[in-house]
């Protein structure tokens, strides 16, 4: 359904050279699955699914050799075609409702002029669907909470908000970007259970982007990893959590919380050391200066994606001596 290759994103750096913050991801999002990207803060995650939607602004550059939604090229769409695209065929959510959401508008003005800016329908009618869609998110007293501003909602109403915006023109395509990060445990798991019942209720294809490995667990079909802008392993998720084969990937999984490993009363492993500087990444394997099975050969060759098997890939030079 949604098909990218080989995308690059750029941005000038303080001697004005392009510094690239995504390095060449490759992904495809089936229809009805979700996909979850992972990965620490910078790398590149939410810079991927912005420029999936082309919402890179200068001086940002993106390059890609395919961004495709249902065997339509994204990349020859005129600005004019891509707003049907955007918030129609494909929505995002994002981490911050607040950013989302306009505080000087009412809940009801924005839902029904999200609806009608993608559907043929009149003012009264796309009223009547925004309540219900309000509704359906789970939203008490909806034609109150219509004419309510944003502000005056907490932060798990304004997701919910969010979330019946992206799904009222039923896309095919969900981009959601650490949709839960800011709210508390009991509200994390309602908001994705809703997302849940309705993807599955009008089989949307959801990416989902999050550090919560747990999340990932319980929600997603398949994985990708991210480290430096690349995705350096991605896996069906039950083979990714029984068999990792990137040394990142296993880093994270032995740093992740008791939920994902079995109790001891040794301390959680960290990871050493921080992502590399993206305008100055080392010669070899970006995660070579991290890495507890660095080999002299990882610091001078860059490593490319093994041969999938069973879906199951990584970029990493020892991936077979190390299995």
């Known amino acids: 359904m949604l098909e990218i290759a080989d995308l690059q994103v750029t941005f000038p750096g303080r001697d004005r050279r392009p510094v690239p913050v995504v390095r060449g991801v490759s992904l495809t999002v089936n229809p009805g699955e979700t996909l979850g990207i992972v990965g620490e803060s910078g790398s590149g995650k939410s810079v991927t699914a912005l420029a999936t939607l082309r919402l890179i602004a200068r001086p940002g550059v993106v390059q890609a050799s395919k961004i ?24 995002m959510v994002f981490q911050d409702p607040l950013t989302s959401l306009n505080p000087t508008l009412t809940v009801g003005e924005q839902l029904v002029e999200t609806i009608r800016a993608h559907r043929t329908v009149s003012a009264r009618e796309a009223w009547a669907e925004a309540v219900s869609w309000l509704t359906r998110v789970r939203i008490p007293l909806a034609e109150q ?84 802008g690349q995705i350096i392993e991605e896996a069906p998720v039950d083979e990714i959590f029984a068999s990792p084969r990137h040394p990142y990937t296993r880093s994270l999984l032995s740093a992740a919380s008791d939920i994902l490993r079995p109790r001891t009363d040794e301390p959680l492993p960290g990871l050493r050391g921080l992502p590399p500087d993206p305008a100055r990444l080392p010669p070899g394997c970006p995660f070579s200066p991290r890495c507890p099975d660095v080999a002299d050969a990882c610091r001078t060759t860059i490593p490319k994606p093994s041969s999938a098997l069973n879906g199951h890939h990584a970029r ?7 299995a």
């Open 145 to 228: 909470r219509m004419r309510q501003y944003p502000t005056t909602l907490s932060g798990g109403m304004r997701q919910r908000v969010v979330i019946a915006m992206a799904f009222s023109c039923r896309p095919e395509v969900l981009l959601a970007d650490e949709p839960t990060t800011a709210l508390d445990v009991t509200v994390q798991a309602q908001i994705l259970d809703l997302m849940d019942d309705l993807k599955r209720e009008l089989k949307t294809a959801v990416v989902l982007i999050t550090h919560d490995l747990a999340v990932v667990a319980e929600r997603c079909n398949r994985v990708a990893v991210m480290y430096a």
């Open 316 to 322: 990493c030079i020892r991936i077979d001596e190390l």
């Open 68 to 91: 495709s939604l249902d065997g339509e090229d994204l990349l020859i769409k005129s600005e004019r075609e891509m707003r049907s695209v955007r918030g129609g065929r494909i929505a």
